[in-house]
């Protein structure tokens, strides 16, 4: 019998979840799992190469478990867990710093915005975080990883670092490939249509939790462009505003962009900027009632990732072995 390929990916708990988190990698995980075997976790050592509260931390890891089910991953059928309950992430990710070029983490972009951001606080977390990342991706020997546009640098370096690790040692790791949607891969914020959607720009992201008066109002105030004939039309070069609305409305409703140019032929922004914010609302709307109710279950929530990590822990470990023993580590 052909084994099922893996999967694995996960979402930073450092801000609410957000419409680009969502529509980029998280809306399609729930299709992966019945072909895969998939693992989602919530990357919750990650958030503090940033400092974080740690009540609002708490919370915001409960609430993207419950998300994540709300979303549609059926816990039966997946492995959803805690990223700093799994031992096995910190103590490969100190072993694959190792392995980790001090020039290739100065490449990454990520690095690069962040530290401009936080100039403050760039502690040595945030520039190795990629050998984390690779470490979170290599335990699990997946085939795939489903992410977002901004997260392809460094699944690119997760393999070369498996690649180098791999030409020491033999072949210790799958190397694997980044998965990235085609549509909804890169949502730009409402407000500023040429930086992607995120949380350090509240106005111009929408988060999943978020009541319909206010996704409603973001979308009115949704900044288009000053083309005078006010077209709706896929023209990401010229007309990024638009082309970011048509982008969600696409991914909320399935619609293709050819179909969604005909539908607003001559109605102009006034007609389609409150059709898209209608359309997001109902997709976010079942998964906020399912999250509420969930989050009232806090012994649900515990099963479902007290048994996630009992399930990661038994793959992760057996790699981590695996790494221990060709490094040459003796055993306990
Ligand atoms: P994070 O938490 O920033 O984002 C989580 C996922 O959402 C995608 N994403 C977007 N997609 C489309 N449009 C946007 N505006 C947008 N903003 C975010 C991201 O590409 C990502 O897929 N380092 C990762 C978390 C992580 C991880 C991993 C992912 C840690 N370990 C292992 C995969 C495998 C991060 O910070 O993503």
Redesign the pocket.
């Known amino acids: 019998m052909d084994e099922k390929k893996v999967m694995?990916?996960?979402?930073?708990p450092?801000g609410d979840l957000?419409l680009?988190?969502y529509?980029?990698?998280?809306r399609h995980w729930p299709e992966m799992i019945e072909e895969f075997d998939c693992y989602f976790?919530m990357?919750d050592l990650?958030t503090i190469t940033v400092r974080q509260d740690p009540a609002q931390l708490r919370r915001r890891v409960l609430t993207q478990v419950a998300q994540y089910i709300a979303c549609g991953l059926d816990p039966e059928k997946c492995t959803i867990f805690i990223?700093s309950h799994v031992p096995a992430h910190a103590q490969l990710g100190w072993v694959l710093d190792c392995y980790t070029m001090f020039g290739e983490l100065s490449r990454m972009t990520?690095f690069k915005d962040k530290a401009a951001k936080h100039k403050d606080n760039i502690n040595a977390g945030l520039f190795t975080?990629p050998a984390?990342?690779a470490a979170?991706?290599l335990l699990y020997q997946p085939d795939f990883?489903?992410?977002?546009?901004?997260?392809r640098q460094?699944?690119e370096i997760c393999r070369d670092i498996a690649e180098r690790f791999n030409g020491i040692y033999g072949e210790v790791f799958k190397v694997p490939q980044p998965h990235i949607a085609k549509v909804?891969?890169?949502?730009?914020s409402l407000n500023d249509p040429q930086s992607?959607?995120?949380k350090s720009n509240p106005e111009g992201c929408v988060f999943l939790m978020e009541r319909p008066e206010d996704i409603l109002r973001k979308f009115k105030r949704a900044v288009t462009d000053s083309d005078t004939q006010r077209c709706v039309r896929y023209d990401p070069e010229t007309k990024p505003g638009v082309s970011n609305l048509v982008q969600i409305y696409a991914a909320a409703t399935g619609k293709s962009f050819e179909a969604i140019e005909a539908e607003f032929e001559g109605k102009g922004y006034g007609a389609f900027k409150p059709a898209v914010g209608e359309a997001v609302v109902e997709t976010l709307r079942p998964i906020r009632e399912e999250t509420e109710r969930l989050l009232a279950d806090k012994g649900y929530l515990e099963g479902v990732y007290r048994t996630g990590a009992e399930r990661a822990e038994r793959v992760a470990n057996r790699t981590l072995r695996k790494v221990y023993k060709k490094i040459g580590f003796v055993p306990r």
């Open positions: 694995l990916s996960g979402i930073q450092s957000h680009g988190n529509l980029g990698p998280l976790f990357a990650h990223q990520q975080y984390l990342m979170d991706i990883v489903p992410v977002g546009d901004d997260q460094h699944v909804g891969a890169r949502i730009m992607k959607m995120s």
